[in-house]
């Protein structure tokens, strides 16, 4: 459950109330009007009417007023299937919200990916799955591949942008640092959690394309703790760093099979995570940003079955090679 407060103009209380109450608000109730002849409108909503809700508002007030969604703990008196009512999903707002801050290029991000990635390297160099497991849970490089699927399936040209300028720099400074300890610390080829990293086949596929779905089946039922489970199954930082640092000693073989690791992981969160934003039904408010997001969708998905099968192929040959 969810609380829509919307601030409004005076006169526009009574029209925003019955839009709220047409598309099946539970309740409505105003507040007091304040010095700028400004007044409140709090609306009580399901995880069902939520976003019928928020969009029929947004449709009437264009860029005039503000909305604002708060949080329900709990509501009395109880109504049916109220556990149903209190742990339902995410609406788009809340997602766009919630995977925006992971996409975004600042020195937050910056600093989380130095730091992973340099956990990630001491974890794999001494051999120690504690470490890196630390640096699987930090994650940053998950944030700005999950904000390429929304941006997608919203049509959010800003969105898509800004997660490839923050992907390719997260994974820029991450594979610069494995090779900074690929040439100045010696790497030893006995560490299990080192040289699992340059072993790829066909379950990389399926374990990857299983976790991007998770994670963003997490998101959009409001469960964001079981993304902690996705950062250890599908880590990027751990191959990231591990191609880094072949390619620092000059074993070029092992840092190709360690990036095509990474790509396998990329590609595949990526595919999985549109096709359950399609799923589950998470698209734009109005009819030419529906248009638009459909025509990015079928590119997007395109590209990313096209790159996944290339990659199949390549594991493939890979081990028939080896």
């Known amino acids: 459950m969810r609380i829509i407060e919307v601030i409004t103009e005076h006169h526009r209380l009574k029209e925003l109330a019955a839009i709220a109450r047409d598309q099946g608000a539970t309740d409505v109730w105003p507040g007091p009007q304040d010095d700028e002849n400004r007044r409140s409108l709090r ?28 949080p329900v703990d709990a509501s009395l008196p109880r109504e049916e299937d109220e556990e ?20 975004r290029l600042d020195r937050d ?36 591949n999950l904000g390429l699927a929304l941006g997608t399936s919203l049509g959010d040209r800003d969105l898509i942008v800004r997660s490839l300028k923050t992907n390719a720099a997260g994974l820029s400074v991450a ?5 900074a300890f690929g040439l100045f610390w010696g790497l030893d080829y006995e560490s299990k959690e080192l040289m699992t990293r340059t072993v790829v086949g066909l379950d990389s596929i399926m374990l990857a394309l299983a976790s991007g779905a998770a994670a963003v089946l997490s998101l959009t039922n409001g469960l964001p703790t079981a993304l902690v489970g996705v950062m250890v199954a599908v880590a990027l930082m751990p191959p990231v ?12 073989d092992l840092a190709l099979t ?7 992981n990329i590609v595949c969160v990526n595919l999985s995570a549109k096709l359950v934003f399609l799923l589950k039904g998470v698209k734009p408010r109005t009819w030419l940003e529906k248009r638009q997001a459909f025509q990015s969708m079928r590119v997007y998905i395109l590209f990313w079955v096209v790159a996944l099968v290339v990659l199949a192929g390549a594991i493939m040959l890979d081990n028939l090679s080896g």
Do not use: H
């Open 43 to 70: 609306i009580l909503v399901t995880p069902k009417t939520r976003q019928p809700v928020l969009d029929g508002l947004q449709a009437a007030m264009g860029e005039q007023g503000r909305i604002l969604l708060l």
């Open 84 to 103: 149903e009512i209190l742990s339902g999903g995410a609406s788009r707002e809340e997602l766009y919200d919630q995977i925006d801050r992971g996409a």
């Open 109 to 144: 991000y910056m600093g989380l990916v130095f730091l992973s990635a340099i956990v990630a390297s001491i974890g794999l160099v001494e051999d120690n799955v504690a470490i890196v497991v630390g640096a699987m849970v930090i994650a940053p490089l998950l944030g700005p």
């Open 175 to 179: 594979t610069g640092i494995g090779i």
């Open 241 to 252: 760093a591990t191609m880094g640092m072949m390619l620092g000693a000059g074993r070029w």
């Open 258 to 264: 360690a990036g095509l690791l990474l790509a396998v």
